[in-house]
């Protein structure tokens, strides 16, 4: 009887010790892209772009220490091929952010700038784009994790 009732109790501890570990994301960083809008115009030299996306970065609440977060790469894509890379962005607070334990930053980003030959902007404005980037974080080792925006028709006059 008492080897049972140690048995039940060890148990009990080893469940009670597994909840307690949280999950993945109550630990890292998570990003993503959120609200992608995306104006085309064609000039009589190139093509015109001004559009914003906004990054949403939570660090989890167990995380051990606040993480410094850096700005990658960030393109625009149709189906997995990229249309137009690298895109001038600047951003709101400008990076490196630090997110601190529990915090959720959100930063304003826009997209300006004369880009490419006139005949860019049919190729942008043939269906729906994503916006694909990168952002490094110190809790990673500033390894580059790869975000991307849900599809968005871009606005084209």
């Known amino acids: 009887m008492v080897e049972r009732r140690v048995v039940i109790l060890v148990t009990a501890l080893a469940f009670g010790s597994l909840a307690g570990c949280g999950s993945k994301e109550q630990v890292i960083l998570s990003a993503s892209v959120e609200d992608a809008t995306l104006m085309v115009e064609s000039t009589a030299l190139t093509t015109e772009l001004v559009g914003s996306f906004r990054l949403v970065l939570s660090l989890g609440e167990y995380a051990a220490d606040p993480s ?9 894509e149709r189906d997995a091929q990229v249309l137009l890379s690298p895109l001038t962005l600047d951003a709101t607070p400008a990076f490196p952010i630090t997110v601190g334990v529990g915090k959720t930053e959100r930063v304003a980003v826009s997209i ?3 880009v490419g030959e006139p005949e860019l902007a049919a190729d942008l404005c043939a269906g729906e784009l994503s916006i694909t980037g990168t952002v490094t974080d110190s809790l990673t080792d500033e390894r580059p994790r790869t975000l991307s925006s849900g599809r968005f028709p871009p606005d084209c006059p």
């Open 112 to 114: 300006t700038g004369s």
């Open 68 to 76: 410094t977060v850096g700005l990658g790469t960030f393109s625009l």
